[in-house]
Structure formats: C-alpha cells, structure tokens
C-alpha cells in the first residue's frame, strides 16, 4: 500500500512503555516531522510519561488513554507498542494506515503498512530499529539524536530545589542513579558511597535521584557516603528530574530512564552495564560521550536479572574502574562518536565461539588470536569432543557460533539456544580466505544484519 503525498495529515504514535522506551523514539518523532511537516502529531503514551513528550514542539496532542484513539480522525497510526489492544483500537477507530512489525502473530495481521524491526541482528540500537518501523513512509538514515526539552517552571522548582540543599549555581553537579529495571542488577550501593566520596573531594556536588525504591538503596551508600550524598529521591516529578538531570555534569549509572534523559541532554556519563540480559548495542547511550564498564561473567545460569538472586555481573565491576571511566571523562575522553560507540559496545558484547575439529585446530587459532588482540571475547570448542552445547552456550553468553567446520548438530542447537540465551546465537560459517580482523568484523556484522528469528 503506496501513501500519496499530502494524505497524511494527523499521526497517531503509539508508545504507552517505560521512560526510556519512550525517549529512545524521539529520533523517529524528529524524522517524522521533517518528513511530514504540515502533519499534527499525537502521542499515546503512560500518565507517568507524559513529560518526554508533552514539552516535544514536534507533538502536538498527548493522550494516556486507549480510548482516547476512538472519535478522532487519524490518517496513520504508527505502532511503537506491538500489542494486540492496540493494533485491535487503531482498526476500529479507522485509522486508514496502520504501520507497524509484522512478525508478531496475530498482531501483525491487523496492519497494511509493514515494515520488520529485525531483533535477531544484535547490531542494532533500539533508535536504529524504531527508525526501521518508518522506511515505508520514506524515512532513511542519517538519524537524529535524541530529543527532550526543559520544562521552565519544572526548572525554577529544581533551582530552588538545589538551592535549599545548599547548591549554588556554579557549583558542578554529579548524578547518581541507583536502582535498575528489570534487565540490569544493582551496582553495590556501599560502592556508590565510596563513588560519592570521591567524586566530592573533585569538587562535585553529588545528587541520589529515584523514587521510593531507590530510597533504600541510597540510604546504604549514605553509609559508606560521609554526608557526601545528597538524597533527591521523591522529590521530583518527571519533568522535573529531566530539569534536574540538565544542570549535571557527569552522569553514573546503569540504562533505565533517567541514563536515557541524560544520554539525550548530552551529559557525559560512566554506562555501568551490569547483566547479559541488557546488551549495550540495543540500550547504550545514542550519540552522547561515555565509557562503558562491562564485564565478562562467567555464568550457566539463565539470564533474568529481575528473579536472579546472583549478583556476579556487578560484583566483578570495581570502584577502581568507575574512578578510572570518571577521570577518562574529565579529562574530555570516552566514546566521543557513535562510530566509537559502536566498536567499543561489539568488543564488550560479542561472544564468539570458534568451533572447530582437531585438523583444523590451527585455523581456530589463527582466528582466535586476531580477535583476542583486539580484545574481543572468544573461547574455542573441539567438534570431535562431547559437549553440553546449551550450558556452553550460557556460560559463555555465545552469540557468534564461527563454525571452522561444519556440525550439523552444532547448527541446530544454535537454531535452538534461544531456550538458552535471550537472543539465539548465530551461526557463522567460516571463509577460509578470511585473515584479518576487519575481514572477521564485517562478516559477523553482515551475517546479524541478514538473520531472522
């Protein structure tokens, strides 16, 4: 189905998700606009995130309630949230155009504009793949960065805010962020006290944000803090923690909602990825200046950080390495380009296992060595001894199987590992002519971008 040009006059988008799900389509809203710019802009979104749009000056209208869809007259409905109650209100409130990912039964039989978000190609940040969604409408690369706006009353609060706990406007102002959502493990509180300390004797002021869980978080670093952590937690609003978030200069902690304001007001930040489950290609900060701390648990268990009582993935992240990201930072390092960005997350993301017989074991070798210079992860596995794939397979979080030699065995318990693995590893067949780093890259990269659940 072809849209002609000027029919598109009312676009409805559909993001009812957490804070940061909803800051990571801003991208699209700003491509949306300049490719429809005479076009109103609805968003239907959560009453607790309203904020991240309402202050947007590409959205005109916000609605928190479904039935709010129904009476009004949209041209095109642009399904961010692929669920059934949605895709079913778009239908009967006749919305000519209904955009959305196909691969979700039955959920995708309800659209006529379909466009596949590939989930498979771990290559791809969730921008990128909310971008995808809009290639029928004519939307193509370059991609923009996020988008949030202050709120000046929300502003003026938070000033007064800051002035009451004894900062001043000159003062420089760091961010910690304690707790997590469900894809990421806390970071030691006692370990952020410490951080806090550190941080203060640079000159910082240093600011706890959150809401009531993080309360207790922040009351154990406060004991390991020596007065040097100051607790804001429930005492802003979204709006006004997006005005708060704006006067840091320095941001610490791991990707939930406010890690997603920060990114997209440009405060440079220390990205502790802190679980397999939360992959820095999909979630890291889009186009803003970090160091990534990531570590390489080694773990057989099933990643689920929400029902996991192991605490392996932060553990193994030190204070050491936290002081050493801040001083990268302050000194003007870190990732500075989303090119940068993304070598830096596929180095600490990719697992690669070289699989392979005894007669081929120097080739293995060969392979592995040039991945290893460049300090990417790789373990290699005897085809010609027994092996429990699928505990392999967790241990190691595998999500490149480079075969050397061909198993058909192998192959399909890659094909399977999605009981395993958040995300099935995939299965790369060798090219011998292959000798360079570049050569073992670009193949992974090209062999995410054409797989498929």
Not at 282 to 293: A, E, F
Request: hydrophobic share 40%; net charge positive; with cysteine.
């Amino acid at each position: 189905m072809k849209i002609r040009d000027g029919e598109i006059k009312w676009i409805l988008i559909i993001r009812p998700d957490a804070i940061g799900d909803c800051v990571l389509i801003t991208p699209a809203i700003k491509a949306l606009r300049q490719r429809f710019p005479q076009a109103k802009i609805s968003v239907l979104a959560q009453k607790l995130t309203r904020a991240i749009f309402s202050t947007n000056p590409d959205v005109d209208e916000v609605l928190t309630d479904i039935r709010e869809i129904s009476g009004k007259k949209f041209d095109l409905a642009i399904h961010y949230f692929n669920e059934l109650p949605y895709a079913l209100a778009s239908l009967r409130a006749g919305i000519k155009y209904r955009l959305g990912d196909p691969s979700k039964f039955p959920v995708g039989l309800l659209y006529n504009l379909k466009a596949t978000q590939n989930w498979r190609d771990i290559t791809k940040h969730d921008v990128e793949q909310n971008m995808r969604l809009l290639k029928p409408l004519g939307v193509e690369p370059p991609y923009p960065k996020l988008d949030l706006h202050i709120d000046p009353e929300a502003l003026a609060k938070v000033e007064m805010l800051l002035r009451d706990n004894g900062i001043a406007p000159y003062d420089q102002i760091a961010g910690l962020h304690l707790s997590t959502g469900k894809g990421n493990k806390p970071w030691n509180p006692k370990n952020f006290g410490g951080i806090a300390n550190y941080l203060s004797q640079k000159g910082f002021k240093v600011i706890a944000s959150g809401n009531e869980k993080d309360k207790e978080l922040i009351m154990q670093a406060q004991k390991t803090a020596r007065g040097n952590l100051i607790d804001l937690s429930m005492k802003t609003d979204l709006k006004e923690l997006i005005a708060l978030t704006s006067k840091y200069s320095l941001f610490i902690g791991v990707d939930t909602g406010p890690f997603h304001i920060a990114a997209a007001l440009s405060i440079p930040m220390v990205y502790l990825s802190t679980s397999k489950f939360s992959l820095p290609l999909r979630w890291g900060p889009w186009r803003n200046r970090h160091v990534l701390i990531r570590k390489k648990s080694v773990c057989d268990l099933f990643c689920l950080p929400g029902s996991c009582d192991k605490d392996i993935c932060a553990s193994e992240i030190t204070p050491d390495e936290v002081i050493e990201a801040i001083e990268t930072l302050l000194s003007g390092g870190g990732n500075l380009t989303q090119d940068e960005a993304f070598f830096d997350w596929c180095k600490k993301c990719f697992s690669v296992m070289i699989a392979h017989r005894a007669r081929n074991r120097a080739r293995a070798e060969e392979i592995y060595k040039v991945l290893r210079r460049r300090e990417f992860y790789a373990v290699m596995v005897d085809l010609d001894q027994k092996h429990d794939y699928q505990k392999l397979f967790k241990t190691y979080n595998t999500n490149i199987v480079h075969a050397v030699d061909g198993s058909l065995w192998l192959r399909l318990q890659a094909l399977v590992s999605g009981k395993s693995l958040i995300i099935p590893a995939l299965y790369v067949k060798d090219v011998p002519e292959y000798r360079s780093f570049d050569d073992f890259f670009n193949l992974y990269c090209r062999s995410f971008a054409k797989s498929k659940l």
